[in-house]
């Protein structure tokens, strides 16, 4: 159990449908949030991320299912009377009104005036870093900078709950990974309750306290980033969530610790860890590129799983060697550090592919 889940819940979703004709946007979805958790939905285009979060925020209406908040049912709430902080894609920012009036416009709605207007806006103003930008017009911003007004308008008013939709996507990769970073730290110091949706992986792993998978309406599996991706529960987790071999088989042997693996007549040893699988079974073995190093074949005599092989493709990707080696498994993607490996090696050239028994997760094929 994390550190968020021992926290009360904040935000309750209970067997939540909604279809739109035949498809099932949502099919069944419940998730406990925790209060002050950042969690993220995350799934390819069409998996009812936005449609959930929607259902959360008020502007879509479940056919059946509920939401709680504080254990309080909110399902006839208005959006406003839910009082969520919001950042959405329609949402832009008022194009006539100044940072500081953008940011000042949610407390104005409430009532908020004079000195503790202008405090609860410039404390804001600090947090997103926006002081030496607050007097201009939001066409005077860049992309990055009117994401982080959007952001200080919806925690302005100290909300509970700040829902997020894709709120980074309009912008280029590198000001994305700053953005990120930012607005996990901005979570951290804060604890209020996020719930994000987006359809990147590397954005859900750094930002999130948990992730949840969802594919055609309905959740996959739902932890934090580093358990979903060293645990993942099925091939379409595993493979939607970082890369991974994956080697099909059947179990050939078990010991106290260890299954050997039958694949494609190649004995591949497994340490058991969790993974329970009896003799004979089927079984597929996930393995993540980075748990798989290439060597030269007379370098790998011990090693307990090892594959000759030829470099099909090479590649020197940032600090990463990448390589697709053709073996009698199958093609096998590696990636290793670049500094440790000597150069890098070439199409045609021998190798040995090497992994520990501990390096796979067994998954279900589904
Ligand atoms: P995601 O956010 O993961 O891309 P959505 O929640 O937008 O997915 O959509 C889930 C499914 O519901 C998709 O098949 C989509 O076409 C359908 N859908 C969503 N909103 C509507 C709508 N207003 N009318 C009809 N179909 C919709």
Known sequence: MNKAQEKPIALSIRNLVKTYGKVAAIDNVSLDIASGEFLSLLGPSGSGKSTILMAIAGFVTPDSGEILLNGQKIDALSPEKRQFGVVFQGYALFPHMSVRGNIAYPLKLRGIK??????????????VHLSALADRMPRQLSGGQQQRVALARALVFDPSVVLLDEPLSALDKKLRAELQFELRSLHQRLGTTFVNVTHDQEEAMTMSDRIVILRDGAVQQIGAPDSLYNRPSTRFVADFLGRANFLEGAVSSVNGTELKIDVKGIAVRHAKGKDAAAQGEKTLLALRPERIAVVS????????????????????????YVYVIDTPLGTIESQMPAFEAGPLRQPGAQVAVTWSPEAGVLVKDK
């Open 114 to 127: 004079g000195a503790e207007l202008d405090a609860q806006v410039e404390r804001t103003i600090d947090l």
């Open 297 to 320: 074949p007379d370098q790998a005599k011990t090693s307990l799983n090892r594959i000759d092989g030829s470099v099909q493709t090479s590649a020197f990707v940032g600090s990463q």
